[in-house]
C-alpha cells in the first residue's frame, strides 16, 4: 500500500541486481588476474636468457650466469640482474642438465624441509634468515666471511660445503642442524638457490644487503 514513499535503498530487487553486478564484475576482474598472473609466472627459456629477454622467472640455466641485484628507479625497488656468463660448479650446463639439478634442489627442499625455518618467496618460518636472495647475500662474496670460513674457492662451492657441515660453521646464535644432505644434494640444492635469487620478487625482500660490486654484474 505504501510502496510509493519507500525509497531506492529500501528497494530489494536494487539490492538483488547491485549484488548480481558486482559479482559479475568481481568475477570478470579474477578470471582476468589469474591469466595475466599465469602469463607472469610462467618460466622463461634458454633462448629469452641468450637473447637478453628478462622474465620474471628466468629458465633453469639462469645458473650459468651472474645474478646481481640493482636498485630500479623506475620501479622504487631492486630488482636482479643477469649479467655474463660464469661457470657453475666448474662448468657451463646445458639446459637439460640445468632443468634436473634444479628438479633435484627442489625436491631436497621439500624433503629436508628448508622452510621449517627459513622462508623463501617470504614462506615458512622465521626461526633462521630468508632465503630468496641467499645466494647473493654478501656473507657468500668473495670477501664475505662465510667463503672465507668454508675455505672453498668459489660461492656455489662454498655454500654446498656450509649445506653439507652446517655445525661445522657456526656464525649465529641460532645453529642450522645437520640434515644429512649428499653432494649431489647440495650442489641441487645450491642451483635452486641461485635460480630463487634471479626470480623477480618485486623487491622482495626489501633493504637487502649488497655484494660489493654487484651492481654492475662483476
Ligand atoms: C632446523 C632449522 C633449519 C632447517 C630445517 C634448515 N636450516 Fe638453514 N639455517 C638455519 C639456521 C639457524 C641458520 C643460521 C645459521 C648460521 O648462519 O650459522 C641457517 C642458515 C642457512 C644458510 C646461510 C644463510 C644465508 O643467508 O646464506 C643457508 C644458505 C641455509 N641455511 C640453507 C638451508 C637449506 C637449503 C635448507 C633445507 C635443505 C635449510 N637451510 C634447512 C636453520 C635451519
Redesign the pocket.
Known sequence: MANKNLSVWTSIPFWRRSAAWVTGFASILLIWLTFDTLGQITMGTDDDLKNGVTKRVPAATVINYKIGYEMSTKRGHEVPTIGEKEPFFGKEWSADDAADLLHLGKL??QT???M???TLLGNGAY???D?TK?WI?P??SKTGP?MAMTGKSTKEEA?AE??QH?ST????A????E?G?TADEAKG?VAF?KHMSSIDTNGFPRNFGKEEGSTNAH
Do not use: E, G, V
Not at 169 to 172: A, E, I, K, L, S
Not at 174 to 177: A, K, S
Open positions: 631436497t627442499s629436508k624441509n628448508c621449517n625455518c627459513h626461526y633462521a634468515p632465503l641467499a647475500d656473507a657468500w662465510m655454500i656450509f649445506l652446517p660453521y657456526p656464525t649465529h641460532r645453529m642450522m642442524p640434515l644432505i640444492l638457490l
